[in-house]
T-cell receptor, first 114, second 113 residues
């Protein structure tokens, strides 16, 4: 079946612009994670949803970052007033159920802030 | 809190040679351990995981890893690499099932002909 998909794959934003990054998890997957991967580094946790509930947002770097998953399926990560330090690959991962050890990753969205 | 250290940022190796990618972790509690591979412009793919039991774990593509509790290590090995193994490899830990992953900085494996 289809894997996790993310759109757009590449996004260039001018500093100060707002952006919205979309994640379509594997159908039926309950858990959804967002990670930020800066150039040359490992992914870092941003936030976690179980169905529509955002259970952990401890990794969001500032209040400019906001994530939602209103119907427990598609999720959107929004970044307001983008800064150069926001440039990174944003990865989405989904898991079939709470407590599952396997996370299935999408290809990521590469955000470049100029 | 837990952390993961991958000691080598790059590992060049000739085709058909053996390779070991090193990973050390720190945690005050028991953790689950993972290795992921990332090919260019693709998402992370799970290679293998350690949950409990036998300390030697076999994964896909001929990779295996050994959990060493006393040394808090989880090194990844392959006896004979192929050009197609060229990729970035990430070690990760999770405190509980279903929790977020904490990743190391990654090791770029470069297989040369």
């Amino acid at each position: 079946g289809a894997g996790v998909s993310q759109s757009p794959r590449y996004k260039v934003a001018k500093r100060g612009q707002d952006v919205a990054l979309r994640c379509d998890p594997i159908s039926g997957h309950v858990s959804l994670f967002w990670y930020q991967q800066a150039l040359g580094q490992g992914p870092e946790f941003l936030t976690y949803f179980q169905n529509e509930a955002q259970l952990d947002k401890s990794g969001l770097p500032s209040d400019r970052f906001f994530a939602e998953r209103p119907e427990g399926s598609v999720s959107t990560l929004k970044i307001q007033r983008t800064q150069q330090e926001d440039s990174a690959v944003y990865l989405c991962a989904s898991s079939p159920r709470q407590g599952s050890l396997e996370q299935y990753f999408g290809p990521g969205t590469r955000l470049t802030v100029t | 809190a837990q952390s993961v250290t991958q000691l080598d940022s790059q590992v060049p190796v000739f085709e058909e040679a053996p390779v070991e990618l090193r990973c050390n972790y720190s945690s005050s509690v028991s953790v689950y351990l993972f290795w992921y591979v990332q090919y260019p412009n693709q998402g992370l793919q799970l290679l293998l995981k350690y949950l409990s039991g036998s300390t030697l774990v076999k994964g896909i593509n001929g990779f295996e890893a050994e959990f060493n509790k006393s040394q808090t290590s989880f090194h990844l090995r392959k006896p004979s690499v192929h050009i197609s193994d060229t990729a970035e490899y990430f070690c990760a830990v999770s405190r509980n099932a279903g929790n977020m992953l904490t990743f190391g900085g990654g090791t770029r494996l470069m297989v040369k002909p």
